[in-house]
């Protein structure tokens, strides 16, 4: 599959700039992806690291951003899904056996997001400066390897934006900001899949616009997280 690398919708890129002992700290998670690094436009397609509930406890491993379903072929074959509806997600014939079995966390500091301005797109980074790192929401399969594929395919949950967000798009990942979060995610509640969890993030975020570098996947630099003179939404999220 080939993926187009130029502006992309909720949620088609993220931040990551945290190290990789710092990642595996903060989730409580025995580190399996050694490559990890400080990433700065993660985009669709590439391998990410995602947080699952492993035999001895959690792990921190790579997948392929862009879930593969169970019916497809292997990764770089056939449609990949890099977004899953929380509205859906339960009902969605591609998602809801993952949603039920295979959750996981997408450690993250940031996400971008493009705001339609007079025809033209402005990038936004949006972070959440009261906890540093999160964890997107995601759902995972396993599928069969391909070149460098990890084995394992994901897609992130996406949400109505709430607050001010809804300024710059209508909809925003489904963030995930504490430990009891976490563990609610990866475990379930009420012996099910965590239905609690599906709804937009209740805490605070800020947004910024940022340089239009960040529009090709090519760009992964500390550049691109320097905000630029230009709008600004500081008053939070708060729903």
């Given amino acids: 599959m080939h993926w187009h690398q130029g502006v992309v919708g909720v949620c088609g890129r993220f931040t990551l700039t945290a190290g990789p002992g710092e ?12 490559g990890a690094a400080a ?3 993660i985009a669709p397609g590439q391998d990410i690291g995602v947080v699952v509930r492993g035999a001895g406890g959690r792990e921190l491993i790579p997948m ?23 509205e859906t997600v339960a009902q969605k014939h ?20 493009w705001q339609n301005s007079n025809g033209r797109k402005v990038p936004f980074r949006i972070v959440c400066p009261d906890i540093g790192l999160f964890a997107l929401a995601g759902i995972w399969n396993p599928c069969p390897s391909s070149g460098g594929s990890s084995g ?8 109505p934006a709430s607050g001010r967000l809804q300024e710059i798009h209508d909809r925003m990942p489904l963030l995930l900001a504490s430990e009891g979060e976490y563990a609610r995610w990866l475990l379930g509640e009420d012996g099910g899949p965590p239905v609690g969890l599906l709804q937009m993030y209740q805490g605070e975020c800020m947004a910024y616009a940022v340089s239009t570098a ?3 996947a090519r760009h992964d630099s500390p550049e691109l997280i320097v905000p630029l003179d230009g709008p600004r939404f500081e008053e939070g999220s708060r729903a």
């Fill in 39 to 41: 990433r700065y436009n």
């Fill in 64 to 86: 392929h951003w862009g879930l593969v379903p169970f019916w497809s072929g292997k990764a770089g074959t056939g449609r990949q899904l890099i977004n899953a509806r929380a």
């Fill in 94 to 113: 591609a998602f809801r056996d993952a949603f039920s079995r295979r959750r996981c966390l997408v450690p993250a500091d940031g996400y971008y997001e």
């Fill in 23 to 34: 990642v595996a700290r903060h989730f409580q998670a025995v580190l399996r992806f050694p």
């Fill in 214 to 216: 960040v529009n090709s």
């Fill in 152 to 159: 394992f395919s994901c897609a992130i949950l996406t949400t």
